[in-house]
């Protein structure tokens, strides 16, 4: 069973704070991982794509990086805004199966005023 | 600009009532996706279709069927709405080539089976 796990599961900062989260997978099989964000009342909108061990990309305040050979990427956000609050949500493609997303559980971020 | 549009953002319904979830692409993307998402259960994929006619079972197709007769729309159909399936429930689609599978999701369905 390919399992995606993600933490925290929720976090809380001030405004300005910089933060970072977690995103463990599978390390064979790799194909693609992907970070979306989903703000409340909207659609989860896609952040990343990361396809190659080592990638870093950037938007912004925001940025990821990916490690392949170890099954993890990290999500970091530079002084966060309270527009950054949202539900930030990894998921893992695996090459035998490429068509279909593997989801975690995701990141709820709070940013307070 | 990419677009996926769901047909009732919100829905009430009845047990037993057969009920219809239309999506719509305008992307001409094969890939299409039906999930539901519940609180601390994260997205659970439903089902997916790759081409027109062609679906798949993703991880909880139990009392679900769905119908994909045209590229650009994928129906999902309860059969005999039942109370658990109470929920939120968002399509996406995916082009197969490039962009490794990026998914671009409609605004979602809040269903509430009375």
Request: glycine fraction near 8%; hydrophobic fraction near 30%.
């Amino acid at each position: 069973i390919l399992n995606v796990e993600q933490s925290p599961q929720s976090l809380h900062v001030q405004e300005g704070d910089s933060t970072n989260f977690t995103c463990s997978f599978p390390s064979s099989n790799f194909y693609a991982l992907h970070w979306y964000r989903w703000e409340t009342a909207k659609s989860p909108e896609a952040l990343f794509v990361m396809t190659l061990n080592g990638d870093e990309k950037k938007k912004g305040r925001i940025s990821a990086t990916l490690n392949t050979k170890e099954g993890y990427s990290y999500l970091y956000i530079k002084g966060s805004q309270p527009e950054d609050s949202a539900t930030y949500l990894c998921a893992f493609i695996n090459a035998g199966n490429n068509r279909k997303l593997i989801w975690g559980l995701g990141t709820s971020l709070a940013v307070n005023p | 600009d990419v677009k996926v549009t769901q047909s009732s953002r919100y829905l009430v319904k009845r047990t037993g009532e057969k009920v219809f979830l239309e999506c719509v692409q305008d992307m001409d993307h094969e890939n299409m996706f039906w999930y539901r998402q519940d609180p601390g259960l994260g997205l659970r994929l439903i089902y997916f279709s790759y081409d027109v006619k062609m679906k798949e079972k993703g991880d909880i197709p139990e009392g679900y069927s769905v119908s994909r007769e045209k590229k650009e729309r994928f129906s999902l159909i309860l059969e005999s709405a039942s109370t658990n399936q109470t929920s939120m429930y968002l399509c996406a689609s995916s082009p197969t080539s490039g962009a490794y599978n990026e998914q671009f999701f409609g605004p979602g369905t809040r269903l509430t089976v009375l």
